[in-house]
Structures are given as C-alpha cells and as structure tokens.
C-alpha cells in the first residue's frame, strides 16, 4: 500500500490546495480502531454545489479538510469484522456516514445518525459533520463498511457506466429523494427551482418517474438548455414576469404538483431582483409554486451563513410565506437524503439503460485530481459541467 494520499484540502474561502497526506488508517475521527471499516482507492470524486457552499465560506469548515463527500472506489484493504465487502469489490459510498444501528438508522434514516457525530445527529464526509476526511484524494476510510456500501454486481459492467454510477453517491439519489418527499408520481407537474447539477438530475428523474410536466427555473441558460434538449420545460428567472406566470403560460393553470427548492439559502430573487442574493427566495418560490394538497421538498442546503448581508441570514432563520401558503395545507420536508433509501434501485435503472438522457443531462467532464482546484474556480462560476475528479486515471484509461 502507498505511504500517501493526494488530497484536496481546504485552507481558507476560495483558497483550496493538493497535498500529500498520510495514508487513511481504519480509525474514527476520535482515534477509536475502526474494524468495521475499509479503505477505498477512489474511482471518482465529484465536485459538488455542496462543496461550492464550503468554498465561498458560507458552510464553514477546519482549516487541513480534506473536500468531498461523493465518492466510487475500489475496495483495497478490509478490518477484521467487515463481513460482506472484500478487496478488490467496486462500490458507491452514500455521502451520509451512517452506523447502522442507532434508531434513526435502522428505520432507514441514514442522514439523521445519531452515532456518528457528537455534535449533531448527522455525519458526513467532507463537511464539518462528524470530522470525517473527504473522498476527492486517492484513498479514503470509510466506517461500518457492511451497511454503508453499495456494491456494484459486475466491475467490468459497472466500469463501463461509471461516470452514471458516480452519481449515485449523491446528486441522483438526492434529487431522487426530493421529488419523492414532494409526492411525485407518474403523471405528476413538477417544478424543479435550480438546474445546478442535482436540479438536472431530478430532471432526469422525474423523466423516469414518468411525470407529465417537469419545469425547471433558473436564469443560466447553459444549465436551461441542457434539459430543455431532453425533454423538460425551462423557465428563465432572469426575465421580469412572475414565476406562477410562468408557471400558467406552460400549464394553464399558475401552480404545480409538486416543487422542489434545489437551490437553497444562496439564491437569488427574479427578474429585476435576479442579481440580488435572497436567502429565501427559493423556498418561498416553491411553496408558492405548489397547489393546496400538494407538497414541496427542500433539498437545498439552509444554515447560519456568515456570508449573508443580514443578521437573520448570518443566523439562520429564514423570513418564510408562511402566513400566505398555510391556507393551502402546505405539506413540506427539508434536510439531507438518506442515500441509501434510494441508490440500489438507481443503480439497477442505470445497469439496465433506463436513463439513456442522464450523461447529456448532468454534462458530465472527467478530470485529474490536478485540475481539481482550477474545476472549483470553474464550477464557482456557473460552468454546465459536473465534474468528476479521476484520481488515478482509472476513467481515463
Ligand atoms: P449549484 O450551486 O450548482 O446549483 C444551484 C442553481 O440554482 C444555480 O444554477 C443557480 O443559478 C440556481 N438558482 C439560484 N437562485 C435560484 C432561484 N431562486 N430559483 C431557481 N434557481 C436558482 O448546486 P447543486 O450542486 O445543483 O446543488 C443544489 C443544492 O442542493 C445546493 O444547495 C446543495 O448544497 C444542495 N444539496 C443538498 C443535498 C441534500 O442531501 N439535501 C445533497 C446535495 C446537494
Ligand atoms: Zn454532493
Ligand atoms: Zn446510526
């Protein structure tokens, strides 16, 4: 095994470097012997909006942490009591760090573990959520191997599909999950707000699901375009007509369904608003968007943001429509997914081609741990693409 492990680690907002660092050991974040965990020689990283939030500053985070929490490897070295993974196993690793035997965990809610972080009840890799490193290096440990980690069927097969597969550590299932918590089924109108790279997902999930409508805002025409070119409606916001317009000129009637907020608190407002940061703009934009007896899921990240020009924002709290939308019966969930509810099932519809449009969809561009920190300055800007770091030229090749 090699005695290093290149890392993208984050220093201060907007100030990310590469370093060596030591090899992962099979050891919690508390210095506990972690037996039940492995070490993974990562496949694919990607870059998330997610990461985006601890860049800017908004999410803070130590100095000396490694990034990255969507992660697809190779299992390379196993403790003592993992049972059911062995080297040499291709797997996803769900972001959520889960136990998998607390009470939150065994009912399937792995985003709400109540072990694996003192702090809050909820871990992951790569935030400042249980001291767990990030995955974008070359190796990463992950805890309670068994229960975290998806494996797939047939390497060569997954090999073939992996830039689909190394999505289903977090965008997909995530955006999954948002539409579910919303209450969409087939047939269903849906309004996704963001087409950052998970609103595209859910894009191309609401397209599996089968749904009538699916009508995605955002003011990035790049971002619109890819999923008006396989097969969703686009609502540009930066244009001075309100959204339930919008909304009426493609339906005929000025709400959906179901929405769902994949923004969060760094959104902007609409029309002449557009270039103004409005923490609460695109909650209070889905809830308005979803009819009486509908519901609304927020999957975009809201927290006490430093970054934000007002006290309530450096806070937390939010100044929510609430009084506006209670008449409509609003039924709404927020917070992190619980991956694992969803990824097998993704992976299979992958296996099987059942998403054809998802690549073009996500715009997907491999790159090598290098080209990492230049991607983030890239990404921070807008760019279409999704980009999933290639540490060992594993994709390339
Ligand atoms: P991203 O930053 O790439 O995309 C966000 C998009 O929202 C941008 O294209 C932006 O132009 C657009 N936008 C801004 N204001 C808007 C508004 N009012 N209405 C519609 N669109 C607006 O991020 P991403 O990678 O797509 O992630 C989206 C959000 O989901 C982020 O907040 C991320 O942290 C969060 N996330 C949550 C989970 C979870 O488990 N809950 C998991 C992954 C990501
Ligand atoms: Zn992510
Ligand atoms: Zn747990």
């Keep these: 095994m090699p005695e290093t492990n290149r890392a993208i680690v984050f220093d201060s907002p907007t100030k990310l470097t590469l370093e060596s660092l030591d090899f992962p050991k099979l050891q919690m974040p508390n210095g506990t012997k972690a037996p039940h965990g492995v070490i993974v020689r990562i496949v694919a990283t990607n870059i998330c909006g997610s990461d985006l939030h601890i860049y800017r500053g908004s999410f803070p985070v130590p100095q000396g942490m490694v990034m990255g929490h969507e992660m697809t490897g190779q299992v390379v070295e196993v403790g003592s009591d993992v049972q059911f993974i062995q080297p040499g196993d291709l797997v996803s690793v769900p972001f959520n760090v889960a ?79 948002g539409l579910m918590e919303a209450g969409v089924k087939v047939g269903s109108t849906v309004y996704i707000a963001g087409a950052g790279p998970v609103g595209r997902a859910a894009a191309a999930a609401a397209r599996l699901i089968g749904d009538a409508a699916i009508i995605v805002g955002d003011y990035d025409k790049e971002r619109l375009d890819l999923v008006k070119r396989n097969g969703c409606e686009t609502i540009d916001l930066s244009q001075d007509i309100p959204l339930a317009d919008q909304i009426e000129a493609i339906l005929g009637v000025p709400e959906v369904d179901c929405a769902v907020d994949y923004v969060g608190s760094e959104a902007h407002g609409i029309g002449h608003e557009a270039h103004e940061l409005q923490p609460q703009a695109a909650i209070n934009q889905v809830l308005a968007a979803t009819r009486a007896g509908g519901a609304t899921g927020v999957i975009g990240i809201y ?60 715009n997907t561009k491999v790159i090598s741990l290098d080209d990492a920190v230049g991607a983030y300055e890239t990404f921070d800007q807008g760019s279409a693409n999704k980009y999933i770091i290639d540490p060992h030229g594993l994709i390339s090749a």
């Design 99 to 177: 136990c998998g035997r607390c009470r939150n965990c065994k009912n399937g809610r792995t985003d709400v573990c109540q072990t694996v972080n003192p702090q809050v009840h909820c871990g992951a890799y790569g935030f400042n959520l249980g001291d767990f490193q990030g995955g974008q290096a070359e190796y990463l440990f992950v805890p309670y191997a068994d229960f975290n980690l998806l494996k797939f069927p047939d390497n060569d097969a997954a090999m073939e599909k992996i830039r689909d597969l190394a999505l289903l550590s977090d965008v997909l299932p995530t955006a999954f999950h």
């Design 303 to 362: 927290g006490p943001d430093p970054l934000a020009d007002t006290k309530e924002g450096q806070e937390g709290t939010f100044p929510l429509d609430f009084g506006k939308v209670w008449i409509k019966s609003p039924r709404v969930s927020a917070g992190q997914a619980p991956i694992m509810s969803y990824n097998r099932d993704l992976m299979m519809s992958i296996l099987w081609d059942r998403m054809p449009y998802l690549s073009d969809m996500m």
